[in-house]
T-cell receptor, first 111, second 112 residues
């Protein structure tokens, strides 16, 4: 399974944008880039995913490098509720939903 | 989106006993996944459960310790056997639907 590298922790101020980086230099052509987050005392929840093009949804944006070896999750305006551990995961759909979690980035948001 | 119900939400068990965790999904799914999250750690995949076949275990996990049942397309159980304090963790089940993974709220197990 291709691995991802993320910073252990990041800090943000409330209502400011947050850019969470992820390196995945060994990504294969069929790997999708997924982001999940885990709020305290909850199971992980889906944030966003993409293959090659940048993606936007109501929660966040995903910027994918042209060579696909890195990506950035963008939270446009951080709120206190966004404090969580964010996981960047590569998933090949042939594996049918099997996700291998790394250590993730713990995001703290200051008021 | 899939809705997953896990039972029990938490339990305290004596060492040497077993705990069976149930996972119910509100839709039919081909594969269900079981994860363990040790205190302060990330999630580790234990096994993949397919209906009608034996579960596929990840390296470091064995069927004798973590037997899994998958009797139909909406239900699975994970048993953690011969409990020791090192098994104290959160156990989560997950399903995949429309390119998105859904997780239960987890079962917090404490072994004393």
């Amino acid at each position: 399974d291709a691995k991802t590298t993320q910073p252990n922790s990041m800090e943000s101020n409330e209502e400011e944008p947050v850019h969470l980086p992820c390196n995945h230099s060994t990504i294969s052509g069929t790997d999708y880039i997924h982001w999940y987050r885990q709020l305290p005392s909850q199971g992980p929840e889906y944030v966003i995913h993409g293959l090659t093009s940048n993606v936007n949804n109501r929660m966040a944006s995903l910027a994918i490098a042209e060579d696909r070896k890195s990506s950035t999750l963008i939270l446009h305006r951080a709120t206190l509720r966004d404090a969580a551990v964010y996981y960047c995961i590569l998933s090949n759909y042939n594996q049918g939903g099997k996700l291998i979690f790394g250590q993730g980035t713990e995001l703290s948001v200051k008021p | 989106s899939a809705v997953i119900s896990q039972k029990p939400s938490r339990d305290i068990c004596q060492r040497g006993t077993s705990l069976t965790i149930q996972c119910q999904v509100d839709s039919q799914v081909t594969m269900m996944f079981w994860y363990r999250q040790q205190p302060g750690q990330s999630l580790t995949l234990i096994a993949t459960a397919n209906q009608g076949s034996e579960a596929t275990y990840e390296s470091g996990f064995v069927i004798d310790k973590f037997p899994i049942s998958r009797p139909n397309l909406t239900f699975s159980t994970l048993t953690v056997s011969n409990l020791s304090p090192e098994d104290s963790s959160i156990y989560l089940c997950s399903v995949w639907e429309s390119a998105e993974a859904f997780f239960g709220q987890g079962t917090r197990l404490t072994v004393v």
